[in-house]
């Protein structure tokens, strides 16, 4: 899932000075499960908000939590209160925030965290980056291990000249993610894949992605629409 | 042949090659790379020119090169992936073959974390063997990554890297084998410190048959000091520079380490002189061209054959 860190308070709290009217809008999918911008995050950030007013200060704070930033139905919720406010600030991850933004284009929408990666929960409050979503996934020539994500360089040939104790060059705390393909692969018995040569790619990715699966074209591409 | 190179006259006319290496400086200052080049002219076949080593600016390997080329020198103009996409990788190989710049480096390069721009993106399009397919291609089918047509083909002498080394030390004979097949004409190698293991590498290169396909020269650096010694052995990523080496640096006075380190180095090198299967050495002097003409004497690898004699 996707992986976020609330942003700084200081941060915020200048992005929205200038408003008086503030609603902080929590999201309950992926940023509420790596405890950054879900219900509790928001209610916490509006009470730091409050807290940090200078004396004297008439703005308001309020905040609401919905399903999901990403998707339609959920942010139709927010369409009888939003005309309440002046700003808002999103805690969804960037996905989230633009499709609030596109739905109220006249209002400010704010970022309240910082999205960092697709990546796997450890353990409650420790995530960990495996997927750079770079469209073309060669894990099952490498053992399930992303050499996109894991490799410091994104080597698609085995390991570089300068892994240490087995660890990356980069980070003594990382393992090397082509010592690590190269001992599952020999444990698997197909090591061999490692000697051929995997050719230059075509990088995806590069211009904004769009998925219309296959059944439901036709919901949404009328005849002799060109996309 | 393949190109111009004189460093491929030399090793294709199966004479002991000696390379070196000039690390361009951090200005605009193309005196700066003359006095390097004059210390060199002479010493080496051919001299390597660093490719914004260990992610730290400098002035351009081609632009540095061309330079070393006006000093009578023979560049081999270092390219890293870390900095260019595949557009920018191509365009300099014309730029460079069009300025007679014939003898190509291909390197994955040092990650940006350990330079003066550590906040910069990285490219990474291509990894080194990615780069060597794509320069081979460019010489030998005049055709683009792309497939599109080369109108005049850049006809580059072209080499990478192997690290006998580093981990995981099963595969390292393997990457030379993809190396290989993925089109380099010659190798240097990592500095070699640790005979033993690079002798076992050789060893196993020789007997897949890639010292018949491909030209191997084995890199040398001189220690300068006990604290140079440590540092390469401690800091510098598969580096493998064994206990003996530092022992023997530590029972030698301070102003005398240098003198040593040069002997060490020569020894080193007559040592690498007798493996079979060896067409050269790469001599590392890292900020030390200065030295390079003591060590080549001392080494006895002087004189450099003539390209005509070649």
New interface residues.
């Given amino acids: 899932m996707i992986k976020a860190i609330i942003k700084p308070l200081e941060e915020i709290r200048e992005m929205i000075a200038p408003y008086r009217r503030v609603l902080t809008i929590g999201c309950g999918g992926c940023v509420s499960l790596c405890i950054a911008g879900g219900q509790k995050e928001a209610r916490s950030l509006n009470i730091k908000l409050h807290a940090s007013q200078l004396p004297g200060s008439e703005a308001i704070f309020n905040d609401v939590t919905i399903e999901r930033q990403c998707e339609q139905q959920f942010l139709a919720a927010l369409d009888s209160r939003a005309g309440n406010y002046d700003a808002f600030i999103s805690l969804a991850c960037g996905a989230g925030v633009q499709f609030l933004a596109e739905r109220f284009p006249h209002i400010p929408v704010f970022p309240g965290v910082n999205t960092q990666f697709v990546g796997i929960t450890r353990d409650i409050g420790w995530y960990e980056e495996r997927c750079k979503t770079c469209g073309d996934c060669v894990l099952g020539l490498t053992a399930g291990i992303c050499p996109v994500t894991m490799c410091?360089?994104?080597?698609?040939?085995?390991?570089?000249?300068?892994?240490?104790?087995?660890h990356c060059?980069?980070?003594p705390d990382t393992p090397?993610a082509w010592?690590a393909i190269?001992?599952r692969l020999q444990a698997q018995g197909r090591l061999e894949s490692?000697?051929e040569?995997?050719?230059?790619r075509n990088?995806q990715g590069q211009t904004p992605g769009r998925i219309l699966v296959e059944e439901y074209r036709t919901r949404y591409v009328q005849d002799g629409d060109k996309s | 042949m393949k190109s111009e190179s004189r460093l491929e006259k030399i090793l294709a006319s199966g004479q002991f090659a000696l390379t070196g290496e000039l690390g361009p400086p951090r200005g605009a200052d193309a005196d700066a790379v003359r006095k390097k080049a004059r210390y060199l002219k002479g010493m080496v076949d051919a001299v390597n020119i660093t490719d914004n080593q260990t992610a730290v600016v400098r002035m351009s390997s081609l632009a540095a090169g061309l330079i070393a080329k006006q000093e009578g020198l023979e560049p081999v103009c270092q390219m890293v992936?870390?900095d260019r996409n595949?557009i920018a990788m191509q365009s300099d190989i014309l730029g460079a073959a069009a300025l007679g710049v014939n003898t190509l480096l291909c390197l994955?390069?040092d990650?940006q974390?350990?330079g003066d721009h550590p906040g910069c993106k990285?490219v990474?399009?291509?990894?080194?063997?990615?780069l060597l397919?794509?320069v081979k291609a460019m010489r030998d089918e005049g055709r683009f990554?792309s497939g599109a047509e080369i109108t005049v083909r850049p006809k580059m002498f072209i080499g990478a890297?192997?690290?006998p080394f580093?981990?995981?030390h099963a595969?390292r004979v393997?990457?030379l084998?993809?190396k290989v097949?993925?089109g380099t004409d010659f190798i240097q190698t990592?500095c070699v410190y640790n005979m033993e293991r690079f002798q076992t590498w050789l060893k196993q290169a020789r007997d897949m048959g890639l010292t018949e396909k491909v030209y191997i020269l084995a890199g040398v650096t001189p220690l300068k000091s006990l604290g140079m010694a440590r540092y390469m052995k401690n800091n510098v990523?598969?580096m493998d520079v064994p206990k003996e080496l530092i022992k023997r640096l530590q029972g030698v006075e301070k102003k005398d380490q240098a003198r040593e380190g040069i002997a060490m180095c020569c020894e080193q090198i007559q040592h690498l002189r007798e493996m079979q299967g060896l067409a050269g050495i790469h001599l590392m002097a890292i900020e030390w061209e200065h030295r390079v003409p003591e060590i080549v004497k001392q080494a006895g690898l002087l004189p450099r054959p003539e390209p005509e004699q070649a």
């Fill in positions: 410091a360089k994104s080597l698609f040939n085995g390991p570089c000249g300068g892994p240490q104790d087995g060059e980069v980070d090397c010592i190269y001992e490692m000697n040569i995997r050719p230059a990088w | 992936c870390r595949r994955s390069g990650h974390k350990f990285k990474f399009d291509l990894d080194s063997i990615q397919s794509m990554q890297a192997a690290n580093a981990e995981p595969f393997q990457r084998a993809k097949a993925a990592q990523p598969g």
